[in-house]
């Protein structure tokens, strides 16, 4: 992982601050939880077995969300004070993303050749031909391997070759965050405090592995954006890019944080005519988050990444932060 810049680090606090500050009056969604989630089993003996080994098919929705789950449980006392009933638990952003990208039509097949992931065919089938569920297979599969380590697993379908990139860096956080919760749990956070220390260090792991998984897939799963828009691919990887700068403020991934944030993303697929901000199916929230993650990844890419990998000059800055307040201001 590089070490990021202060400059990343003000430039991520300004993003969440500008979407928020904008919808600052709409701050009561609280959303719900994602599709099914009461019909999916909490413990590993939710999954079809064979000769002591569990069986795990990460291309079925209900599979891919039970290790989701699995995950949320097996941590729930490490976290329960960071709010009721598990709410607090900072893996949520995992699940309720995967429950959007489901809910969104963003893990069928869009290349035209099946029909995964189509109410008409198999709805909860997640096609090796999404762009969003190759990236989040990077981010379920892989997360739950590290936590899981001392099972025995078997991923009955496994088209996509994870073995091509070095899995260090997202392992390493994960075993170091499982180390941490199962040393200092009786020890830290008797009373939590508005921002505990817990917190911090948990949100600190979970966003370096979720990073270094991202980094990891973006290669991986960059042929399946041919099947998509312009405008959707164009969205994908301003959001993954948007991630990192999300990622420096340790921005806290529980139950109500992650549904208020995930509110304004796009609630369908873009198609190819769509151009923000004047989307009119799309709230003006939405056409604004869109508007405001694709221009973050224009400069960013124009300035070679340096907002995020090292300093800019102050002319960057000022031109970033113009760019946006005006962007922001108009629409």
């Known amino acids: 992982m590089v070490q990021l810049s202060p400059l990343c680090i003000i430039c991520s606090i300004l993003l969440i601050l500008l979407i928020n500050s904008s919808f600052s009056d709409k701050l009561e969604v609280v959303g719900d939880y994602p599709p099914l989630w009461h019909n999916i089993s909490e413990s590993l003996d939710g999954f079809v077995s064979h000769h002591n080994k569990t069986l795990i098919n990460p291309w079925n929705y209900l599979d891919r969300m039970g290790m989701y789950k699995v995950l949320l449980t097996v941590t729930a006392e490490s976290m329960e004070n960071l709010g009721p009933d598990n709410t607090g638990n900072l893996l949520w952003g995992l699940p309720l993303q995967h429950g959007w990208q489901l809910e969104t039509g963003r893990l069928a097949d869009l290349s035209g050749t099946s029909s995964c992931g189509y109410q008409s065919g198999d709805p909860l089938c997640i096609s090796t031909k999404s ?23 078997v991923f009955i379908i496994s088209p996509l070759d994870v073995i091509n990139f070095t899995l260090t860096p997202i392992l390493s956080p994960i075993a170091s965050l499982l180390q941490f919760l199962r040393t200092k749990k009786s020890s830290i956070y008797k009373v939590a405090p508005t921002l505990s220390p817990k917190e911090d ?87 604004r988050v869109l508007v405001t993650l694709n221009l973050l990844n224009e400069v960013n890419t124009i300035t070679g990444r340096q907002i995020y990998l090292n300093t800019i000059s102050l002319l960057h800055l000022y031109f970033f932060m113009l760019m946006i307040f005006v962007t922001l201001a108009l629409y």
């Not at 969003?132 to 099972?151: E, H, K, Q, R």
């Not at 995930?262 to 609630?267: D, S, V």
Request: proline letters at 5%; glycine letters at 4%.
């Open 201 to 287: 260090i948990i949100s600190y792991y979970l966003w370096t592995a979720h990073v270094a998984s991202i980094e990891g897939a973006l290669s991986k799963c960059s042929e399946r954006l041919k099947y998509m828009s312009a405008p959707e691919a164009r969205f994908g990887i301003s959001w993954s890019n948007a991630v990192e700068f999300i990622a420096a403020t340790h921005f806290l991934t529980n139950f109500k944080d992650t549904n208020i944030f995930q509110a304004y993303l796009p609630q369908r697929m873009l198609l190819a005519s769509d151009e923000g901000p004047t989307i009119p199916d799309l709230s003006e929230e939405e056409n």
């Open 131 to 153: 762009w969003w569920s190759c990236m989040n297979y990077y981010l379920s599969t892989i997360p739950f391997l590290g936590a899981v380590d001392t099972i025995v697993v």
